[in-house]
């Protein structure tokens, strides 16, 4: 097999961790990284196996038009795309009375609009042969975090859609996949807590291997629910792959 994946914010923290764990898979052969900053994207291509073919695309994901444009000449150059993992995010945490709508709409275009906008393009393709999509949300979509508003209700957007876009795009053999990673040491995380020590939490390598594992055919099972991915979850997955060894 000679899969091709596309993955989104993988110029550091969690998307860099997917692309560089992905990357020792067999049935994957074509990676499309993407981001805005093309130093970012050059530094995990060269922690990839190398192996692979590996093509970064530095591109601002709220440009929807250049982003269809990118899709369709991967689509056109690969026939098909076999993945798509949607992990560019975007936090500002502020509370209501402090939330601009530039605030507000900032968060949503690199949140909400663009997971839209790109998924939408690639399955045009992907719907050919069927395909994986798994989109990063958060624990915080899913309960109350004040002071946090935009962040936290753009996250439950996603969570929502991909529960909706399992169901209709199971016709065309598409798997969609959503993970809510809870604490993890990235830049964007310094954002939300800057007086944490990051030594302490989950760490993006984490989130990559189960990324991972969810993607092969063991998560099979796993598409359209929220799960969940939290330090203790990432303990107890690997005692019960240290049990399956013994
Ligand atoms: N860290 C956590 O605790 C945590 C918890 C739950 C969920 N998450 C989610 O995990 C995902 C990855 O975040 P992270 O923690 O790994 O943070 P990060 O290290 O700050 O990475 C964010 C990524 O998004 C990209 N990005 C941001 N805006 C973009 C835009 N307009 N166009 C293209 N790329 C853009 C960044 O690349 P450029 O700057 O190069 O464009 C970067 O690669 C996010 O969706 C985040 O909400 C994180």
Redesign the pocket.
């Known amino acids: 097999m000679s899969k091709t994946c596309m993955i989104?914010?993988?110029?550091?923290?969690?998307?860099r961790a997917i692309a560089i764990s992905l990357s020792d898979r067999t049935d994957i052969t074509n990676f499309i990284l993407?981001?805005?900053?093309e130093a970012?994207l050059e530094d995990t291509a060269s922690q990839m196996n190398a192996d692979k073919n590996i093509e970064i695309s530095a591109?601002?994901?709220?440009d929807y038009l250049a982003t269809q444009e990118l899709v369709q000449s991967v689509g056109q150059k690969y026939e098909t795309i076999d993945m798509l993992i949607n992990?560019?995010?975007?936090?500002n945490p502020k509370s209501l009375l402090e939330t601009s709508i530039d605030d507000w709409e900032e968060t949503y275009s690199?949140?909400v609009h663009s997971i839209f906008n790109i998924t939408k393009e690639t399955v045009k393709y992907m719907k050919k042969t069927g395909g994986q999509i798994l989109n990063?949300a958060?624990?915080a979509g899913t309960s109350a975090r004040p002071g946090w508003l935009a962040y936290a209700s753009s996250?439950a957007a996603i969570i929502s859609m991909s529960q909706t876009l399992s169901e209709e795009l199971s016709d065309y053999g598409i798997l969609v996949y959503c993970i809510?990673?809870?604490?993890?040491a990235?830049?964007?995380?310094k954002v939300l807590a800057p007086d944490e020590d990051p030594s302490t939490i989950m760490q993006?390598e984490h989130v990559g291997e189960v990324v991972n594992q969810l993607l092969s055919n063991d998560g099979i099972c796993l598409d359209g629910q929220n799960i969940v991915v939290r330090k203790q979850t990432v303990k107890a997955f690997q005692q019960q792959a240290t049990k399956q060894i013994i």
């Open positions: 989104t914010g993988a110029s550091r923290g969690i998307g993407i981001s805005r900053t970012g591109l601002d994901l709220t992990v560019a995010g975007y936090a690199v949140n990063v958060s624990t996250k809510s990673p809870g604490r993890c990235t830049e964007l995380r993006p």
